[in-house]
C-alpha cells in the first residue's frame, strides 16, 4: 500500500430518517426509522480504510456535540485528525430522507467544515507517497474555498490529488473549480456533475472534453452511473465502460463514496485504473444492499463478491487473483 490517503474535505452528522415517499408541500409524513451516523466525507474515507489504506484527517471538526460525535466515529475506524478542533463552532448536520425506492433527498446546515484558512491547514503536512482527496463541499462554502483552492495549488507536484466535485458543483465558483480541475490526477464525478463542467453529450464525449479541456495535469477521468457502473478515459486515450453488477439496492446513499474511497485504495496499492474500477463498482454495489451512507465494505468482502461475480479478483497488494470455482 503506497502512503496514506489525506482527506482535505468535511464530515458533518447525518440524520436519517426512512421513508416511504417524499411528503407532498404541506403534508407530514411518519418515518419508519431513525439514525443518527458520521456522514459526508466520513462515508469516503470508511471506503478507504476498509480496503487497507491508512486514512488521515484534514479538514475541520467542530468542538461541539456533533464533533465529538464525528471523532468518535473516527476513532472507531482508525481514522486520525490532523487539525484541532474549531474554538468557534459545532461540526454541521445534514438531514437525509430515504425513500422506498431507495433514492435519497439531502437537507443540510454547514458548520465547522465549511470555514478553513490557510493557518488552520498548516498542521496537514503531506508526505511523498500521500495521496490527497477534496470534494465539491468544501470549495462549495464561501469560508472555505480559497483557503483549499490556494493549499491544493501548492501541493507538490508527485502527490496525486483526487477530486469529486459532488451534487453542489454548481455552487462553486467557476474560477475555483477551474483550479482544482487543472491540479487534478483523478476526476470522479456522475453525468451530471461531468455535465455541469464540459457541456451536454454522451459519457465518451464527456470524458474526453473534461480531460482535453479541464484536467490537463489528470492520469484519468471516472464517469460513474450508479448500477450501470462507470465509464474510464485514461489520458494516454485508452477507455473502457467498466459494467455494474445486479443487486437489489435498498439505500443508495453513500455509494458514490464507496466506489472513490475503493478506487484510491485500490490505485495505492499498483492496481491498474480499469481493474481498480471494476473493483470500485463491485464496492459501490455491496454498499447499496446495506442501510446507511457508511456502509462500505471491507477488501475481503470486496472479494468475495467478485469471486461469485466471476473474472479475476485483485489482493491488497496489487496482483491479479484468479477465482477458483469448487468442482462438482
Not at 53 to 69: A, H, I, T, W, Y
Not at 257 to 282: C, K, M, T, W
Request: proline letters at 6%.
Amino acid at each position: 500500500m503506497r502512503g496514506r490517503l489525506v482527506h482535505v474535505g468535511s464530515a458533518v452528522v447525518d440524520y436519517v430518517y426512512r421513508i416511504d415517499a417524499l411528503p407532498a408541500p404541506g403534508t407530514e409524513k411518519t418515518a419508519s426509522s431513525y439514525a443518527r451516523v458520521a456522514g459526508g466525507g466520513f462515508n469516503m474515507m470508511v471506503a478507504a480504510s476498509r480496503t487497507g489504506m491508512k486514512v488521515v484527517f484534514g479538514g475541520q471538526l467542530g468542538s461541539g456535540p456533533n464533533g465529538d460525535f464525528l471523532r468518535s466515529a473516527f476513532n472507531a475506524e482508525g481514522i486520525s485528525t490532523m487539525t484541532p478542533p474549531s474554538p468557534m463552532m459545532d461540526s454541521g448536520h445534514c438531514v437525509a430522507l430515504i425513500s422506498s425506492d431507495a433514492e435519497r433527498t439531502f437537507v443540510s446546515w454547514p458548520g465547522a467544515e465549511s470555514v478553513l484558512s490557510l493557518d488552520m491547514l498548516a498542521p496537514v503536512v503531506v508526505a511523498a507517497d500521500d495521496w490527497v482527496f477534496t470534494s465539491g463541499y468544501t470549495l462549495s462554502y464561501p469560508g472555505s474555498r480559497d483557503a483549499l483552492a490556494d493549499w491544493i495549488e501548492a501541493l507538490p507536484a508527485g502527490i496525486p490529488f483526487v477530486f469529486d466535485p459532488t451534487p453542489v458543483i454548481a455552487d462553486i465558483p467557476g474560477s475555483t473549480l477551474a483550479r482544482v480541475l487543472a491540479r487534478t490526477t483523478w476526476l470522479s464525478c456522475n453525468m451530471g456533475e461531468a455535465a455541469e463542467i464540459a457541456g451536454q453529450g454522451d459519457v465518451k464525449a464527456l470524458a474526453a472534453r473534461l480531460l482535453a479541456g479541464h484536467c490537463p495535469k489528470a492520469d484519468g477521468v471516472v464517469i460513474r452511473s450508479a448500477a450501470k457502473g462507470c465509464h474510464v478515459r485514461l489520458a494516454d486515450g485508452s477507455v473502457q465502460t467498466i459494467p455494474g453488477f445486479e443487486v437489489d439496492a435498498l439505500d443508495t446513499n453513500g455509494a458514490g463514496d464507496a466506489h472513490i474511497g475503493a478506487f484510491v485504495s485500490a490505485l495505492a496499492r499498483g492496481v491498474q485504473p480499469f481493474e481498480a474500477a471494476r473493483y470500485a463498482n463491485a464496492a459501490a454495489a455491496i454498499s447499496v444492499t446495506r442501510h446507511g451512507g457508511s456502509s462500505a465494505p471491507t477488501d475481503y468482502e470486496i472479494q468475495t463478491f467478485l469471486s461469485h461475480a466471476g473474472g479475476p479478483q485483485m489482493g491488497l497488494h496489487g496482483r491479479k487473483q484468479e477465482v477458483k470455482r469448487p468442482t462438482a
